[in-house]
Structures are given as C-alpha cells and as structure tokens.
C-alpha cells in the first residue's frame, strides 16, 4: 500500500472556553490535556495515537469551530495553491518559535481547515 500524501494528522477544537471543552471532550472520550502557558491545549490521545490534537482559543472575532490539519511540506505553497483552485486563506502562513510552521484555509464552500508543518520536518 502507497503510503498518503498529505495526511490528516493534527485536529484543533476554536473554544472560547478550554476548561469547558475539556469537560466535554475528556469524558466523552478518555482524553488527558495538557495547557501551556500561551492558552493553547495539546490534547493528549495516548502513545501511539494515529493524529494528534488541540483545543486552541478562539481571537480576533473568530468562531468556535472544530477543524482537521493537513500537514504539508510548504505551508506559503499549500496557501497559494489553494487560492489558484478557488479558495482563501483565513490566516496567513505564521511559523512559531519552535519551528512549527501552520495557516487556516477556506474551500470553495467556505469550510476552514488547517494546513502544518512540524518543527524540523
């Protein structure tokens, strides 16, 4: 089997409430989490775990909204390509000081999902 080309491998829950997300989720489905000191909470799926995943907060008049991550190699490139095939950026590539480089998209209907790189990848 060949192995998949940008795949689905990080999922993010917008909240403008994470203890209120965790009260959700974490009872719902076993998950641990783990806050750092910017407000961003890595969900914690186990060792193992086949995607990983965040509840981010949601700024600058966003929405709640669950969202899936592909990761690619070019986070500027994924960008530009969707724009050529219709959609939009909703936030510009942005890479953080661990390396981690990400944007948020729109498709053609409007739906948002994320694309990433992570550090060192």
């Avoid at 989490?33 to 193992?48: A, K, Q, R």
């Avoid at 700024?59 to 070019?74: E, I, K």
């Amino acid at each position: 089997m060949a192995a998949t080309v940008n795949p689905v491998t990080w999922f993010e829950v917008h909240t403008p409430d994470a203890a209120r997300a965790e009260g959700f989720y974490g009872p719902l489905f076993g998950w641990k989490f783990e806050p750092d000191e910017s407000g961003y909470v890595v969900i914690n799926l186990g060792e193992n775990a086949a995607i990983g995943g965040g509840i981010a907060p949601v700024r600058d008049g966003g929405r709640p909204m669950a969202v899936f991550d592909v990761q690619v190699d070019d986070v500027p490139a994924a960008c530009t390509r969707a724009e050529e095939l219709g959609g939009s950026v909703l936030v510009p590539p942005q890479t953080v000081d661990n390396g981690l480089a990400f944007a948020y998209l729109a498709d053609v209907d409007g739906n948002a999902f994320g694309v990433w790189k992570p550090p060192g990848a």
